[in-house]
Protein backbone atom coordinates (compact mmCIF):
# COMPACT_ATOMS: atom_id res chain seq x y z
CA UNK A 1 0.00 0.00 0.00
CA UNK A 2 2.80 2.43 0.90
CA UNK A 3 4.58 1.77 -2.03
CA UNK A 4 2.20 2.52 -4.39
CA UNK A 5 1.38 6.09 -2.24
CA UNK A 6 5.13 6.27 -3.29
CA UNK A 7 4.56 5.98 -6.58
CA UNK A 8 1.11 7.70 -7.09
CA UNK A 9 2.48 10.87 -5.27
CA UNK A 10 5.33 11.43 -7.51
CA UNK A 11 3.86 10.06 -10.69
CA UNK A 12 5.34 13.75 -12.42
CA UNK A 13 9.20 12.45 -11.21
CA UNK A 14 8.75 8.69 -11.33
CA UNK A 15 9.58 8.27 -15.00
CA UNK A 16 12.59 10.41 -15.26
CA UNK A 17 14.29 9.25 -11.88
CA UNK A 18 13.78 5.66 -13.12
CA UNK A 19 14.89 6.27 -16.94
CA UNK A 20 17.95 8.13 -15.75
CA UNK A 21 18.49 5.35 -13.11
CA UNK A 22 18.41 2.56 -15.55
CA UNK A 23 20.75 4.52 -18.00
CA UNK A 24 23.65 4.97 -15.16
CA UNK A 25 22.94 1.12 -14.28
CA UNK A 26 23.67 0.05 -17.95
CA UNK A 27 25.98 2.69 -18.44
CA UNK A 28 28.11 1.84 -14.94
CA UNK A 29 31.90 2.92 -15.73
CA UNK A 30 33.40 2.63 -11.99
CA UNK A 31 32.74 6.02 -10.48
CA UNK A 32 29.49 5.20 -8.07
CA UNK A 33 28.95 8.91 -7.05
CA UNK A 34 26.48 9.58 -10.39
CA UNK A 35 24.40 6.30 -8.98
CA UNK A 36 24.79 7.33 -5.71
CA UNK A 37 23.58 11.29 -6.05
CA UNK A 38 20.60 9.70 -8.45
CA UNK A 39 19.39 7.33 -5.59
CA UNK A 40 19.50 9.96 -3.44
CA UNK A 41 17.30 11.96 -5.32
CA UNK A 42 14.86 8.90 -5.83
CA UNK A 43 14.45 8.59 -1.86
CA UNK A 44 13.72 11.88 -0.57
CA UNK A 45 10.91 11.32 -3.19
CA UNK A 46 10.08 8.09 -1.68
CA UNK A 47 10.43 9.23 1.82
CA UNK A 48 8.36 12.60 1.20
CA UNK A 49 5.38 10.87 -1.33
CA UNK A 50 5.59 7.41 1.64
CA UNK A 51 4.16 9.75 4.62
CA UNK A 52 7.13 9.17 6.51
CA UNK A 53 9.87 11.41 8.06
CA UNK A 54 13.58 9.80 8.19
CA UNK A 55 15.15 11.13 11.25
CA UNK A 56 19.13 10.84 11.27
CA UNK A 57 21.54 11.09 13.87
CA UNK A 58 24.78 11.92 14.50
CA UNK A 59 25.86 11.79 10.52
CA UNK A 60 28.50 13.31 11.92
CA UNK A 61 30.60 10.84 13.09
CA UNK A 62 31.19 9.59 9.94
CA UNK A 63 34.72 9.43 8.99
CA UNK A 64 35.97 12.72 6.88
CA UNK A 65 38.10 10.09 4.73
CA UNK A 66 36.84 7.85 2.62
CA UNK A 67 37.14 4.20 2.40
CA UNK A 68 35.24 2.94 5.60
CA UNK A 69 32.22 0.33 5.98
CA UNK A 70 28.78 0.53 7.72
CA UNK A 71 27.76 -2.08 9.72
CA UNK A 72 23.53 -1.79 10.50
CA UNK A 73 21.13 -4.20 11.35
CA UNK A 74 18.46 -5.24 8.57
CA UNK A 75 14.96 -4.72 8.53
CA UNK A 76 14.05 -4.36 5.29
CA UNK A 77 14.52 -3.20 1.78
CA UNK A 78 13.72 0.23 3.02
CA UNK A 79 16.81 0.00 4.97
CA UNK A 80 18.67 1.24 1.67
CA UNK A 81 16.56 4.00 1.15
CA UNK A 82 17.99 5.97 4.29
CA UNK A 83 21.62 5.20 3.90
CA UNK A 84 20.94 6.45 0.42
CA UNK A 85 18.76 9.31 1.65
CA UNK A 86 20.88 10.25 4.42
CA UNK A 87 24.58 9.98 3.95
CA UNK A 88 26.94 12.73 2.81
CA UNK A 89 29.17 10.32 1.56
CA UNK A 90 28.64 8.14 -1.87
CA UNK A 91 28.09 4.35 -1.00
CA UNK A 92 28.11 0.63 -2.33
CA UNK A 93 26.00 -2.02 -0.73
CA UNK A 94 26.74 -5.78 -0.51
CA UNK A 95 23.12 -7.40 -0.61
CA UNK A 96 22.54 -11.03 -0.79
CA UNK A 97 21.74 -12.57 -4.37
CA UNK A 98 18.35 -13.45 -3.70
CA UNK A 99 17.47 -9.24 -4.31
CA UNK A 100 19.77 -8.76 -6.93
CA UNK A 101 16.71 -8.98 -9.55
CA UNK A 102 14.18 -6.86 -7.52
CA UNK A 103 12.99 -4.22 -9.54
CA UNK A 104 14.84 -0.37 -8.96
CA UNK A 105 17.09 -1.88 -6.38
CA UNK A 106 18.35 -4.41 -9.42
CA UNK A 107 18.72 -0.33 -10.89
CA UNK A 108 20.63 0.85 -7.90
CA UNK A 109 23.17 -1.98 -7.62
CA UNK A 110 24.10 -1.38 -11.14
CA UNK A 111 24.35 2.16 -11.14
CA UNK A 112 26.69 2.11 -7.54
CA UNK A 113 28.60 -0.65 -8.69
CA UNK A 114 26.82 -2.80 -5.51
CA UNK A 115 27.68 -6.52 -5.37
CA UNK A 116 25.33 -9.53 -4.41
CA UNK A 117 26.64 -12.44 -2.44
CA UNK A 118 25.45 -16.01 -2.36
CA UNK A 119 25.42 -16.93 1.27
CA UNK A 120 25.42 -20.92 0.11
CA UNK A 121 28.60 -20.13 -2.17
CA UNK A 122 31.57 -19.74 0.18
CA UNK A 123 34.16 -19.22 -2.93
CA UNK A 124 31.67 -16.71 -4.15
CA UNK A 125 31.14 -15.23 -0.60
CA UNK A 126 35.45 -14.32 -0.03
CA UNK A 127 35.46 -13.27 -3.66
CA UNK A 128 33.46 -10.65 -2.80
CA UNK A 129 34.84 -9.59 0.33
CA UNK A 130 38.05 -9.38 -0.87
CA UNK A 131 37.00 -7.30 -4.01
CA UNK A 132 34.96 -5.29 -0.97
CA UNK A 133 38.32 -4.96 0.70
CA UNK A 134 40.60 -4.00 -1.71
CA UNK A 135 38.12 -1.28 -3.17
CA UNK A 136 37.69 0.43 0.43
CA UNK A 137 41.50 0.41 0.46
CA UNK A 138 41.38 2.34 -2.94
CA UNK A 139 38.81 4.89 -0.90
CA UNK A 140 34.94 3.45 -1.52
CA UNK A 141 32.74 3.27 1.22
CA UNK A 142 30.34 -0.05 1.47
CA UNK A 143 27.58 -1.02 4.15
CA UNK A 144 27.17 -4.46 5.11
CA UNK A 145 24.74 -6.07 6.43
CA UNK A 146 26.29 -8.54 9.03
CA UNK A 147 22.96 -9.91 10.02
CA UNK A 148 23.00 -11.79 6.58
CA UNK A 149 19.03 -11.49 6.44
CA UNK A 150 16.73 -8.77 7.60
CA UNK A 151 15.63 -10.05 11.39
CA UNK A 152 12.09 -10.14 11.11
CA UNK A 153 11.67 -9.41 14.76
CA UNK A 154 10.50 -5.53 14.72
CA UNK A 155 13.56 -3.46 15.97
CA UNK A 156 15.41 -6.49 17.92
CA UNK A 157 18.37 -8.05 16.38
CA UNK A 158 19.59 -11.41 15.01
CA UNK A 159 23.42 -12.60 15.45
CA UNK A 160 25.98 -10.44 13.25
CA UNK A 161 27.51 -12.91 11.72
CA UNK A 162 31.45 -12.65 11.59
CA UNK A 163 32.69 -13.82 7.97
CA UNK A 164 30.85 -9.77 7.48
CA UNK A 165 33.67 -8.16 9.34
CA UNK A 166 36.72 -10.10 7.29
CA UNK A 167 36.43 -6.97 4.84
CA UNK A 168 36.98 -4.63 7.09
CA UNK A 169 40.25 -6.32 8.64
CA UNK A 170 41.37 -7.19 5.08
CA UNK A 171 41.10 -3.27 4.79
CA UNK A 172 42.24 -2.30 7.90
CA UNK A 173 39.54 0.08 7.78
CA UNK A 174 36.95 2.14 9.98
CA UNK A 175 34.06 0.13 10.46
CA UNK A 176 30.81 2.32 11.45
CA UNK A 177 28.26 0.74 13.42
CA UNK A 178 24.81 2.09 12.69
CA UNK A 179 20.86 1.36 14.03
CA UNK A 180 17.87 1.47 12.12
CA UNK A 181 14.57 1.68 14.11
CA UNK A 182 11.38 1.17 12.60
CA UNK A 183 12.55 0.39 8.83
CA UNK A 184 10.41 -2.44 9.10
CA UNK A 185 7.34 -0.80 9.41
CA UNK A 186 7.05 1.40 5.82
CA UNK A 187 6.96 -2.38 3.64
CA UNK A 188 5.41 -4.18 6.57
CA UNK A 189 2.62 -2.58 7.72
CA UNK A 190 -0.27 -2.47 6.09
CA UNK A 191 -0.62 0.89 6.92
CA UNK A 192 -0.50 4.25 5.46
CA UNK A 193 -0.57 6.19 8.92
CA UNK A 194 2.37 8.94 9.37
CA UNK A 195 5.51 6.99 10.47
CA UNK A 196 8.86 8.17 11.87
CA UNK A 197 12.01 5.76 10.63
CA UNK A 198 15.23 6.71 12.83
CA UNK A 199 19.11 6.38 11.79
CA UNK A 200 21.76 6.52 14.08
CA UNK A 201 25.48 6.71 13.24
CA UNK A 202 27.29 5.58 15.84
CA UNK A 203 31.27 6.52 16.42
CA UNK A 204 33.86 4.59 13.95
CA UNK A 205 35.62 1.84 15.34
CA UNK A 206 39.09 2.14 13.86
CA UNK A 207 41.51 -0.34 12.76
CA UNK A 208 43.40 0.21 16.04
CA UNK A 209 41.13 -0.79 18.52
CA UNK A 210 39.41 -3.62 16.98
CA UNK A 211 42.86 -5.12 15.45
CA UNK A 212 43.21 -7.90 18.27
CA UNK A 213 40.11 -8.99 17.95
CA UNK A 214 38.96 -12.17 15.99
CA UNK A 215 35.77 -11.90 13.30
CA UNK A 216 32.84 -12.89 15.56
CA UNK A 217 34.26 -11.17 18.89
CA UNK A 218 34.24 -7.27 16.71
CA UNK A 219 30.59 -8.95 16.12
CA UNK A 220 29.79 -9.33 19.00
CA UNK A 221 30.93 -5.66 20.18
CA UNK A 222 29.11 -4.66 16.78
CA UNK A 223 25.81 -5.79 17.60
CA UNK A 224 26.11 -4.22 21.13
CA UNK A 225 26.60 -1.48 20.18
CA UNK A 226 23.83 -1.09 17.96
CA UNK A 227 21.94 -2.89 20.45
CA UNK A 228 22.53 -0.04 23.14
CA UNK A 229 21.91 3.12 20.53
CA UNK A 230 18.50 1.18 19.79
CA UNK A 231 17.30 1.61 23.55
CA UNK A 232 18.53 4.76 23.62
CA UNK A 233 16.58 6.02 20.37
CA UNK A 234 14.10 4.15 20.54
Not at 39 to 48: D, G, L, P, V
Not at 195 to 210: A, D, G, H, Q, S
Request: glycine share 6%.
Amino acid sequence: MRIAMMVLRNLFFVPALFIKLLWLSHHYNGDYNPGFLQCKKISAHAIKGGNITAEIHNVENLPKEDGFILYPNHQGLFDTLMFFYSSPKPLAFVIKKEAKDIILLKQAVGATGSLSMDREDLRQSMQVINQVADEVKNGRNYVIFAEGTRSKLGNKLRDFKGGSFKAAQKAKCPIVPCALINSFVPFDEPSLRHITVKLIYLKPMYYEEYKGMKTNEIAEEVKRRIEEAIAQYE
